[in-house]
């Protein structure tokens, strides 16, 4: 049987908000997989469990450029919040994205190889990223990039420097700038429901599936009768249809008028979104997180020991 430790219920409840009992019972139940936690803490406490799922703990930023054929976003990553507001930093990941349109690299290794040079450092962006850490004194990494060309025009919207979206699109600019702003708010994961991966919607069908075995439970337990499994097989299919229009931009209300949604507005507007990429700093990333108790109490012990 796997141990749950106090930091790994913590993390728990830092990503769901659930209460700690629950997350100590659900991380219990999946064997320490904590992905497999907090889809159980999904099941049994419905939306509560996945209200701060979304909390971003790696720090850095998103950049993005675009010019007369070809845009590019990027993130690069530092150790702490201070650093992003560092001009040099800032400056390496705007000339990051800039590169990456300009070059079209194949992946993070060709785009350190370009050439570049910055606050006396290069040839290359990769020797500048090496010269800025030493002179900063905080490491930092470029983790992700995505080139636009040749699919329409191009429009970005950054949310401060946490949040990049771009947009390929063709039609009205104005609408097109809208829904970017609409998406880094809303975060569809597609712009139809036809497109949303089909991982997910497995991944959401079981949690519809498990929610209602729970309630079958729960009925059971209260000498209740449970719901025919044709009813049950219609809320399932109902939840996952739900989810759909949820994660789909097309469908999604309009943040800027929730009477129409963004297939309607953009209809109105005679325009049309071709793809889009949004991009949230850290999303994914696991940041250590430092016990200062035990840290303090490790150290009181080590000088003791020294001092023995």
Request: hydrophobic letters at 45%; aromatic letters at 4%.
């Amino acid at each position: 049987m796997a141990t749950i430790t106090a930091s790994m219920v913590g993390e728990l409840r830092a990503k769901t908000d659930a209460p700690m009992m629950e997350c100590k019972k659900a991380l219990t139940e999946a064997g320490g997989d904590m992905e497999k936690a907090e889809e159980l803490l999904r099941i049994k406490l419905g939306s509560k469990a996945g209200k701060a799922s979304g909390r971003i703990t790696a720090e850095g930023v998103v950049t993005a450029f675009i010019d007369a054929d070809a845009g590019a976003m990027i993130e690069i990553n530092c150790e702490t919040d201070f650093v992003t507001k560092n001009d040099s930093f800032l400056a390496l990941a705007n000339a990051a994205a800039m590169l990456v349109a300009k070059h079209n690299p194949t992946d993070i290794a060709a785009l350190g190889a370009l050439p570049y040079e910055q606050d006396g450092f290069g040839p290359t962006l990769e020797d500048v990223r090496k010269g800025l850490i030493g002179k900063i004194g905080e490491n930092m990494s470029f983790r992700r990039f995505k080139r636009f060309a040749g699919n329409g025009k191009m429009v970005s919207y950054l949310h401060g420097t946490r949040i990049g979206v771009m947009v390929e699109f063709e039609g009205d600019d104005v609408a097109a700038k809208d829904v970017a702003m609409h998406i880094a708010a809303m975060k569809p994961v597609a712009i139809s429901s036809s497109d949303v991966p089909a991982d997910l919607i497995e991944k959401e069908r079981a949690v519809a599936a498990g929610k209602a075995e729970e309630d079958r439970k729960t009925a059971e337990a209260a000498g209740k009768q449970p719901q025919p499994p044709e009813i049950v097989a219609k809320r399932i299919e109902g939840g996952v249809q739900k989810y759909l229009k949820e994660v789909s931009l097309h469908n999604q209300a309009f943040v800027k008028n929730d009477k129409q949604t963004v297939e309607q507005m953009l209809k109105a507007a005679n325009s049309s979104i071709k793809s889009f990429t949004l991009y949230v700093v850290g999303e994914g990333i696991e940041k250590k997180v430092d016990d200062f108790a035990a840290e303090v109490a490790a150290q009181v012990a080590a000088a003791k020991s020294a001092t023995n």
